[in-house]
């Protein structure tokens, strides 16, 4: 909503700001990716850890104006869900991700690790009926192989200006974009949908095709349920969950050992694993941004994920989902 707004309104924007500054005319955003200044009025969207300061109890109260469409004026076929591009088809509960569980004793634990080691990796696919689209486009290399499962000809496209992919899509009229649900694919998607006038569908998880129109699903009510949703608009545009470069074994981290990090680093260490981490840590500034696993950060799919210390919530594990054993 934010970037959309922003290309919108004509105003500068930031994404993911931690903490935020102002002097005079200008703003200072201390970003995931680093600082940005930007001319007011401005558009910062802002990380969760980053408090916003809110009506005191004590505040009196002042009037409320109510502003109806007598005053507003607004294209009522723009409006709710006639304005919108996009369409939920229908909805199911999330079985992915769901799993048989054991409890096991401190003696086991070291013996599964290397008899699960020892398993074939399995491969994690959109889904497919076998059709395909006749193309579409890829932005950027992360997205170029969930393109290839739902399209026989896919074009990849450089991430760049937006601008200039935008100028691109309206000579080229590709029927579909498909780009990285990463910081970068979250900021640069919406600025294109709202330079194209068409719909963007957020965090899909699988993708499916009939041939002519693109299908995405993607977890809605905290992750509990997943929504197959389609795009009146062309062209059809989506972000995608791709997963990143795993190992056999990625042991994360929570705030549950803040104070035992080094301890499970050795830990890792002795594994041979990789090391991530929670949401939470790292809005601490105990780990850096790199190792977050979620929702906002990483998805994973490791033989083997070991989470110490978290606590579970689903922004989390809809981001683990791929792994064989949790």
């Known amino acids: 909503v934010g970037p959309m707004l922003s290309e919108m309104l004509g105003v500068e924007l930031?994404?993911?700001?931690?903490?935020?500054?102002?002097?005079?005319?200008?703003?200072?955003?201390?970003?995931?990716?680093?600082?940005?200044?930007?001319?007011?009025?401005?558009?910062?969207?802002?990380?969760?850890?980053?408090v916003l300061r809110f009506p005191s109890i004590f505040s009196k109260a002042g009037d409320v104006k109510l502003i109806d469409n007598t005053e507003l004026c607004c294209d009522e076929n723009r409006c709710g869900l006639k304005g919108s591009p996009t369409r939920v088809l229908m909805t199911?509960?999330?079985?992915?991700?769901?799993?048989?569980?054991?409890?096991?004793?401190?003696e086991e634990l070291l013996p599964l690790i290397n008899e699960l080691k020892s398993q074939n990796r399995i491969e994690v696919r959109s889904r497919s009926n076998g059709t395909k689209l006749k193309s579409a486009w890829a932005i950027g290399t992360a997205v170029y192989n969930k393109a290839s499962e739902i399209a026989e000809q896919v074009t990849l496209i450089?991430?760049?200006?937006?601008?200039?992919?935008?100028?691109?899509?309206?000579?080229?009229?590709?029927?579909?974009?498909?780009?990285?649900?990463d910081a970068w694919g979250r900021r640069n998607a919406p600025i294109v949908a709202?330079?194209?006038?068409?719909?963007?569908?957020?965090?899909?998880?699988?993708?499916?095709?009939?041939?002519?129109?693109l299908f995405m699903y993607r977890p809605a009510q905290g992750g509990n349920i997943i929504a197959k949703i389609k795009c009146l608009t062309m062209p059809q545009m989506a972000t995608v969950r791709t997963e990143t470069d795993s190992g056999d074994i990625i042991v994360s981290c929570g705030?549950?050992?803040?104070?035992?990090?080094?301890?499970?680093?050795?830990?890792?260490?002795?594994?041979?694993?990789?090391?991530?981490?929670?949401?939470?840590?790292?809005?601490?500034?105990?780990?850096?941004?790199?190792?977050?696993?979620?929702?906002?950060g990483r998805t994973v799919v490791p033989k083997i994920y070991i989470a110490v210390g978290i606590s579970g919530a689903v922004h989390h594990t809809c981001a683990i989902e791929g792994a064989q054993t949790v």
């Not at 201390?30 to 850890?49: D, F, M, N, Y």
């Not at 450089?158 to 649900?181: H, Q």
């Not at 939470?280 to 929702?295: H, I, K, S």
């Open 14 to 50: 930031a994404t993911n700001a931690v903490e935020i500054t102002a002097d005079n005319n200008t703003i200072t955003a201390k970003t995931r990716s680093g600082e940005e200044s930007l001319r007011l009025p401005a558009l910062v969207t802002v990380e969760r850890s980053y």
């Open 92 to 106: 199911f509960e999330n079985e992915r991700g769901k799993r048989k569980c054991k409890f096991i004793s401190r």
């Open 158 to 181: 450089p991430e760049g200006d937006p601008a200039d992919i935008a100028s691109r899509a309206e000579i080229e009229k590709p029927a579909v974009i498909l780009w990285n649900a």
């Open 194 to 213: 709202a330079k194209l006038k068409t719909g963007l569908c957020a965090d899909c998880t699988s993708l499916e095709t009939d041939g002519e129109m």
């Open 255 to 296: 705030r549950g050992i803040a104070d035992e990090l080094d301890k499970l680093k050795t830990f890792a260490s002795q594994l041979g694993a990789q090391l991530g981490a929670s949401r939470g840590l790292v809005d601490m500034g105990t780990v850096p941004y790199e190792l977050q696993v979620g929702l906002t």
